[in-house]
């Protein structure tokens, strides 16, 4: 159980190009997604969190409306990166929390981003 | 007072040692800490995680142990294999539930 999949595993695309990637929970319903990015050997970072139903709440130094979030459904949440450059190539991650008392985060496999 | 430290930072084991991770953080309000195993270009993935009214908890080869009063909690990987060779990070969360992570450690488990 606690399965949650991202969709597309890479993408590389023209800079000025938007691209959307999915977080989906497949067997659980998720009150609340967060989506992070990681550098290469690096932690992650925290970008925003997403309730269903309401506006994300993005972390300091975080562009909003460069990094949109949209959390429509218990089993969904997208990112989609605005006007990307080479800058926003990163490795971007999304986590899924249950509802309830549940504080684990179950994470997906990662999205590859590369802007050429 | 939001920051986990975790050391060190790579480490390399023979198999069949014992691997040893250390977080501290300083945030008492700090209530839930999990492990994440990551490998390269994959999500992390949960190994376990425990709660400050436990000292210690143990799952197969993984144990946390965890000191409230010295505010550190600790990964131990017994008789360590060339399979757990990957990223280990450390995390820690109020009822906020967002995460605060350790900034990783580099685990290599020679054959």
């Known amino acids: 159980g606690a399965v949650v999949s991202q969709h597309p595993s890479r993408v590389i695309c023209k800079s000025g190009t938007s691209v959307k990637i999915e977080c989906r929970s497949l067997?659980?319903?998720?009150?609340?997604m967060f989506w992070y990015r990681q550098f290469p050997k690096q932690s992650l970072m925290l970008m925003a969190t997403?309730?269903?139903?309401?506006?994300?709440?993005?972390e300091q130094g975080v562009e909003k409306d460069k990094f949109l979030i949209n959390h429509a459904s218990l089993t969904l949440s997208t990112l989609t990166v605005t006007s990307a450059h080479p800058e926003d190539s990163s490795f971007y991650i999304c986590?899924?929390?249950?509802?309830?008392?549940?504080?684990?985060?179950?994470f997906g496999p990662g999205t590859r981003l590369l802007v050429l | 007072q939001q920051q986990v430290k975790q050391s060190p930072q790579s480490l390399i084991v023979q198999k069949g040692g014992i691997s040893i991770i250390n977080c501290a953080y300083e945030n008492t309000a700090f209530d839930y800490f999990p492990w994440y195993q990551q490998f390269p270009g994959k999500g992390p993935a949960l190994l376990i995680a425990i709660r400050p009214d436990v000292s210690e908890k143990k799952e197969g080869r993984f144990t946390i142990s965890f000191n409230k009063s010295a505010k550190q909690f600790s990964l131990h990987i017994m008789d360590s294999q060339p399979g757990d060779s990957a990223t280990y990070f450390c995390a820690a969360s109020t009822g906020t539930y967002k995460y605060i992570f350790g900034t990783g450690t580099r685990l290599k488990v020679l054959a």
């Open positions: 067997d659980f319903q998720a009150t609340t």
């Open positions: 997403s309730n269903e139903g309401s506006k994300a709440t993005y």
């Open positions: 986590s899924a929390k249950a509802g309830g008392r549940g504080e684990t985060q179950y």
